[in-house]
């Protein structure tokens, strides 16, 4: 029996503007506030440079209650208390309202894979790919037993060995695991873990944090046994009937790139996750305010 993340609430939020994310990263040391403006809040993490002074972020935020409200942002850097602020929009109406109110874009949308865990089964089944559906019967039939756990905030934790061996292998870095375990503590169930194992050993794992109707998708880990048996197709499979069976209505698999990890994007565009743009990212900061009227200028004309 499967032990289930609690009832979601009706908000669906991204995990960066999340509750859970916030108190995650109050009980992990870093300075983050949640922040009220006209018309929405923020969660934005903080962080001063030495001869740069104070930098805010914001990550896929701010989350509006109606309408964006472009005259909020343009005056929210200084209603902060801070000499640069920097908005990873959510989407192209973001962005829109982010370039009205003097931000500059700094860098391109990225795409995420969301994955809809509504309607039939059978909506979902239809909606793999050939390639993907045959990884899945093959996980099926190789043996592995899936099991699902709340993902227990030890700094010793097997997954997070794994985890630091595989980064510091395919030459990557992300987020801390403090903050993980942070998450893990802050809302008992919200971090939940599913494994596959072959004669009691795990070969591949997958963490999930459940965040309201949403649960993204957080560390994988797959063995050369594991890849073998294509343990990541059934665990996903698993832990969509799982989440959906919990009350979750959709799981964020993270960043779609195909340039950089096309194996990951096919896997994720081949489960029946569809993707979609974010909103890129944006500048505003006190030192470029003559470069800012330059642009919004340009845009006006």
């Not at 874009?105 to 865990?117: K, Q, T």
């Not at 169930?189 to 009691?200: E, H, K, M, V, Y």
């Not at 343990?231 to 960043?255: C, E, K, P, V, Y």
């Not at 030192?287 to 006006?300: K, M």
């Amino acid at each position: 029996m499967f032990d289930f993340a609690p009832s979601p609430p009706a908000t669906a939020l991204p995990l960066q503007q999340s509750p859970l994310f916030a108190d995650a990263l109050t009980a992990a040391g870093v300075d983050a506030i949640s922040h009220v403006l006209p018309g929405g809040r923020a969660l934005v993490i903080r962080r001063r440079w030495p001869g740069i002074g104070t930098v805010g972020l914001i990550s896929r935020g701010p989350v509006w209650t109606g309408r964006r409200n472009p005259q909020a942002l343009a005056g929210l850097r200084r209603a902060l208390g801070i000499r640069h602020l920097i908005v990873n929009a959510e989407d192209a109406a973001d962005a829109a309202a982010l370039r009205q109110a003097g931000f500059l874009r700094i860098a391109a949308p990225r795409e995420v894979a969301e994955l809809s865990l509504q309607g039939p089964r059978e909506a979902w089944w239809a909606a793999m790919s050939v390639k993907w559906r045959n990884r899945l019967r093959h996980g099926q039939k190789s043996g592995l037993v899936v099991t699902q756990n709340a993902f227990r905030p030890d700094p010793a934790h097997w997954l997070l060995s794994e985890d630091i061996a595989q980064q510091k292998r395919l030459n990557f870095r992300a987020l801390p695991h403090a903050v993980t375990l942070a998450m893990a503590s802050a809302l008992p169930g919200a971090a939940q873990l599913f494994t596959a194992r072959a004669a009691g050993r795990p070969v591949a794992a997958m963490l999930f944090l459940c965040h309201g109707p949403v649960a993204s998708y957080h560390i994988g880990w797959s063995s050369e046994k594991g890849r073998a048996n294509s343990a990541h197709n059934l665990l996903l499979w698993q832990t969509m009937q799982s989440l959906s069976a919990a009350g979750h209505q959709r799981i964020d698999l993270g960043a779609h790139n195909p340039d950089d990890a096309p194996g990951l994007a096919r896997f994720k565009r081949g489960s029946g996750a569809r993707t979609r743009p974010l909103g890129g990212t944006w500048a505003c900061s006190a030192t470029l305010g003559p470069v800012q009227s330059i642009a919004e200028w340009w845009h006006r004309t």
